[in-house]
C-alpha cells in the first residue's frame, strides 16, 4: 500500500511538473507573439530575404524573394524583388498634373520597368534603390532605400535617378503572428541580403540563389 502512495505521489508531481512547464511556455508565447517559433524565440527577420519555400501553399508567393523591411509586435512587411511586370509607360505610374513642365510631359511616354511587390496596397508604388540617391521621402535600411514620390520616377525615366533601383507596386504584409504562423509551417527560409541579387541577378536566378543561401534564423 505504501510503495503504490508513493508511486501515485511521484507521478502526481510529474503532471504538475509538466503542466507548470506548458503554463510557462504559453506565457512566453502571449508576451513576445512576434517573436515565437516552434517553442524558441528568435531575431526578427527584418533586413533579411524572405525566400518561399517548396513547401509554400500560397500560388502567388511560389518562388519568391522578398526584402523584409519591418518586423515587429504589429506584423512584417516586404516587398517582393523576383516577379517582374513588365515595362510600364510613366504616364500609367505618376498623376498627369496640368502644371507639368514642357520636360516633364516629355517623359511621360518613357517605358519604366516595374515588379510585383505583393498583393497588399496594390495600387502603392515604392522604389527600392542604392543610397546614393535621396529626396525628402527616403527611408534608408540596411545598405539600401527606399523613396516613394513621383520625382524619382520623373528622374528615373530621365536617366539621372539613382545608379541602381527597382520600381516596385504593392507590398507584402502580415499581421501580427501571422509570418510566424508560415514559417512554423515551413513555407519560408531567410537569406542575407545581396545587394547584387536585387539589382544585377536576372529575375529568372534570384529564387534558386537564395534559396541556396538559405536558412532558419532560431
Known sequence: MRELFRLMKKLLGILVLGLLFNFYIS???????????KGKFYNSVKNY?????QEMTDPRFKNTVIIMLEN???????????KPLGSIPLSTL???????TIKQKELYNVKIP???????NKNKILILHSQEYKNETTTN?????ISSNYNILFEIADNKGPKE????IGISSWGEGQLEGEMEREGWNLSEINLDLIFEMDNTEKWLNAINNSFIRL
Do not use: C, R
Open 27 to 37: 506565457v512566453q508565447a502571449q508576451d513576445s507573439p512576434k517573436n515565437y517559433l
Open 141 to 145: 535600411f540596411k545598405n539600401i532605400s
Open 114 to 120: 516595374v515588379y510585383w511587390g505583393g498583393p497588399v
Open 72 to 82: 515587429d509586435e504589429k506584423g512584417a512587411w516586404g516587398l517582393v524583388i523576383n
Open 165 to 168: 533601383y527597382l520600381v516596385i
Open 49 to 53: 530575404f524572405l525566400v518561399a519555400t
Open 94 to 100: 505618376v498623376y498627369k498634373s496640368k502644371d507639368a
